[in-house]
């Protein structure tokens, strides 16, 4: 499987970004999928999360409220939707998928995932 992230720019604060995570799987819809992101000097951590069905959504304390994670099975693709940029929000931006049976698993490690995309740089400007 092979993940194909993008839609990572150059954004003032409190301005808004989609990201896009495309799927080679032909059956994306039995991945859950994460959004991780990694600061430079820092350890990569984790950005939110989405079970295959899409019932649970898990989000780190830092992004609630701002950001949106959803998924289109038909279009194998997921997105984190970020609003309210903050010049903490900068970070090189990786998604992440796993196969699962359950339709509401969504794990928050990134240990959990198996397959992972190149990464897509978001830059957010004071």
């Known amino acids: 499987v092979q993940l194909q992230a993008s839609g990572g720019g150059l954004v003032q604060a409190g301005g808004s970004l989609r990201l896009s995570c495309a799927s080679s799987a032909g059956t994306f819809s039995s991945y859950a999928m994460g959004w991780f992101r990694q600061a430079p000097g820092k350890e990569r951590e984790f950005v939110a999360a989405i079970s295959r069905s899409s019932d649970n959504r898990y989000y780190a304390d830092s992004v609630k409220g701002r950001f949106t994670i959803s998924r289109d099975n038909a279009k194998n693709t997921g997105y984190l939707r970020m609003n309210s940029l903050k010049p903490e929000d900068t970070a090189v931006y990786y998604c992440?998928?796993?196969?699962?049976?359950?339709?509401?698993?969504?794990?928050?490690?990134?240990?959990?995932?198996?397959?992972w995309g190149q990464g897509t740089q978001v830059t957010v400007s004071s």
């Open positions: 992440a998928a796993t196969q699962r049976s359950s339709y509401y698993w969504a794990g928050i490690r990134g240990s959990e995932y198996d397959y």
